[in-house]
């Protein structure tokens, strides 16, 4: 069975993968069904209205606080995001995480940041009401940020700027729910990091070499008629795929109750899961540790009562590339390495 890619239509990308490992028979999606109009601009215009550095957005946001006073602590910051509606997902402490790893090969494994901390926030009432209508919205549910400091001195919080939650989502920037999300979660940076800046980058939008969102589309095996028992037998499958190869799941969020309760019931399910591997971020964060606003990458998976597909999604490491600038060779080629293994192993498990 082959899967069927989906792509905005500025961005196809043709792509194949060989399988492997014991795979669930499911259907062949119809051709019909591998194209998406995209709603927003296509990477050539987005250049060409950035041409000029004044005007390029960043995808990456950073704000910055002294901290000399040591009064900004990870329990602070923590209390800031949940005073403004946001739960903590998770708060893992990477230094730690590293250290474990790579220590026996790297004895400073763990030691680039004094605190350097993955902490994905989920704001369960706005991203609901943008689930309605978006469903790829889960790309960022929850939204990633990295918390960082050199040695202590100051602090900083990585995120996901409006215009690029906007162009990886297909939710428009000026949509409400969007907007009150993204306004509630510069609130809570704000409250998080006192006194502090939003800083000024230096680095250029570059244009990507491949698609920025990975799309998945199949028939789910459902013999007993329970789709998400279905999904959990497939997801079986997928994880113990995907694990093998040394990414992990830190952060699994069930949002078709949610839906169901704010009265809106043509989700069969809706979940999301963030996918971690240390072997990118370790590099990576060496540089550029504003990375942590795309890692971890959240994939979502869901079913429409009238759609017959499953669909699944992730950002793509392209992100990783454009919004940060990253073009040495130490960072990218783990980037692109896990890019291809991921894409090959789920692959493998819905042809």
């Known amino acids: 069975m082959k899967k069927v890619f989906l792509s905005t239509l500025a961005l196809i990308v043709s792509l194949s993968f060989s399988g492997c490992g014991q795979q669930p028979t499911l259907q062949k999606a119809e051709a019909e069904n591998t ?63 590293f250290a474990g790893k790579f220590g026996k090969t790297d004895p400073t494994a763990g030691t680039d940041f004094k605190i350097y901390r993955l902490m994905p926030v989920l704001h369960r009432g706005y991203t609901v009401n943008i689930l309605k209508e978006y469903p790829e919205f889960g790309l960022i549910a929850p939204i990633s940020t990295s918390v960082y400091s050199k040695d202590g001195s100051k602090m900083s919080i990585s995120s996901l700027s409006l215009k690029a939650m906007s162009r990886m989502t297909g939710v428009p920037e000026d949509n409400k729910d969007l907007v009150a999300l993204y306004t509630s979660l510069t609130k809570a940076l704000t409250e998080a990091l006192p006194n502090g800046s939003f800083e000024d980058l230096s680095y250029n939008v570059l244009k990507p070499d491949g698609s ?47 839906l169901t309760n704010a009265g809106f019931e043509e989700y069969d399910f809706y979940r999301t899961v963030s996918i971690c591997n240390l072997d990118v971020i370790y590099p990576v964060h060496k540089f550029h540790p504003e990375v942590g606003a795309y890692a971890p990458c959240t994939m979502y998976k869901y079913k429409r009562k009238d759609d017959k597909f499953m669909r699944m999604g992730y950002p793509s490491v392209h992100n990783w590339t454009i919004g940060t600038q990253i073009e040495d060779e130490y960072s990218l080629e783990p980037l692109i390495k896990a890019q291809d293994l991921l894409e090959s192993k789920i692959d493998s498990t819905i042809e």
């Open 35 to 97: 194209k998406v109009v995209s709603k927003t601009h296509s990477v050539e215009q987005k250049q060409t209205m950035q041409e000029k550095k004044s005007d390029v957005i960043h995808d990456i946001r950073i704000r910055t606080a002294n901290n000399t006073d040591g009064k900004i602590t990870i329990e602070s910051i923590e209390k800031a995001f949940k005073a403004n509606g946001f739960q903590i997902s998770t708060n893992n402490d990477m230094s730690k995480s």
């Open 212 to 258: 920025l969102v990975t799309r998945f589309a199949f028939v789910l095996p459902n013999p007993k008629g329970n789709f998400e028992e279905a999904l959990d037998s497939y997801d079986e499958i997928m994880e113990g795929e995907v694990e093998s190869v040394g990414f992990v799941f830190p952060v699994f969020t069930d949002l078709t109750e949610d």
